[in-house]
């Protein structure tokens, strides 16, 4: 069950949304969810060719990428399913084949 946020006028739990705005049924206050959000919700992650990624996406390797602390290589083209978006530097967490990896959106495309 999804929750809904209390109204940010009246405090009162009883709150109902149109997907775009939320609406308090005790007070009549409108408000949009957006304006509540953070920066760091709004951080998009961009692939190589500034396509916005998300969690869950499949990508593959636009060049080949040593493996730090190994002599593996992931080579270009690879195909990484199911990543997801974190904050950093490295701001892709994935599995590959050879294991859990933190990836860097700008060497990776959308499939
Ligand atoms: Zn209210």
Request: net charge negative; aromatic share 4%; glycine share 6%.
């Amino acid at each position: 069950m999804e929750s809904n946020p209390i109204c940010p006028a009246c405090q009162q739990p009883n709150t109902y949304t149109d997907t775009v705005s939320w609406f308090c049924t005790d007070c009549g206050h409108e408000w949009n969810e957006n304006d509540l959000l953070t920066d760091a919700d709004e951080r998009q992650v961009r692939d190589a060719n500034g396509t916005v990624l998300n969690d869950g996406d499949t990508v593959t390797l636009i060049k080949d990428l040593k493996v730090r602390g190994t002599s593996s290589v992931l080579k270009v083209g690879t195909k990484i399913k199911n990543i997801r978006i974190v904050d950093g530097d490295h701001d892709i967490d994935c599995k590959t084949e050879l294991g859990p990896m933190m990836l860097k959106s700008e060497f990776l495309k959308k499939a």
